[in-house]
């Protein structure tokens, strides 16, 4: 199986040029059971790595253009009359997907916004007051323009900490961009991939994932983060309990990728900047990363014994 993520890895870098921090952020949402917040500028690869996962995994893509006109059924689906029947009958939204890319999502309100929460946390809808379940794995990219402010919602603290990691894929470099221009003097046809995972293969591999160790200590440390993060001057709103869990998940998720059976200190500390910085509320001002790499100065950690 976990040649099977390398397998994983070595096809959406085919698609995805020099970014491996990235990907393995965005494989780590995904094994972790959670979803991936990409604030980036247009063009950079955002839908292109949505559709490559995808692909990789043999899973349904479904995409959402958020715009404010957008209305919660556009994406949960909704109860139709069918005259011939003389019923109601479901009409799925694109919720009903495996990989589902949320484009621009601050730019829908905050009521279709809210269409989101019950799935992304418990992988069912509710629609007329029935409950439906999603298939796994379920998960959502989303992504908005850090640039771009008019006619955009502000994400609430509670959507915000339904995403596990928030990262930015950025300009490629000089090396890179060539790179690309090489590959797309023809057309990159993601139809002639060919799947290296299935459904099955990937829900396994949560489970897996699920077995990574994580020792007593390590344990102790993620606290003392968090609740570091409650008591900072600099930070008005620190990290939920939500983002306690989700941080030790996700340390276990970088671990499998790294081919260990058991999470370290370099784990925890890697993550937390992509973690922390999308769910603390700073002081009017203040940058969120210089004060996630402050916290991670300010707290010590014992050796810890894998």
Known sequence: MRQKIDDLIDHLSYSIVGKTDAINLVIVALLSGGHALLEDVPGVGKTLLAKSLARAINGRFQRIQCTPDLLPTDITGTNIWNPNKREF????????SNILLADEINRATPRTQSALLEVMEEKQVTIDGETRSVET????????????????FALPEAQMDRFTVSLSLGYPTEKEELMMLQKHQGQINLDELKPCLSLEDVRELQQQVTRVKVTATLQQYILDLVRASRH?????????????????????????????????????????PYVFSHRIIPVSGRQTKTIVRKLLDSVPIEKVAA
Request: net charge negative; charged share 20%; glycine share 6%.
């Open 137 to 152: 794995p379920f998960f959502v990219i989303a992504t908005q323009n850090p640039v771009e402010h008019h006619g955009t």
């Open 232 to 272: 900072h001057d600099e930070i008005r709103l620190g990290i939920s309990p939500r983002g306690t869990i989700i941080l030790q998940k996700a340390a276990q998720a970088y671990a499998f990728l790294e081919h260990r059976d058991y999470v370290i200190p370099d784990d925890v500390k890697f993550l937390v």
């Open 89 to 96: 009958e479901f009409l799925p939204g694109p919720i009903f």
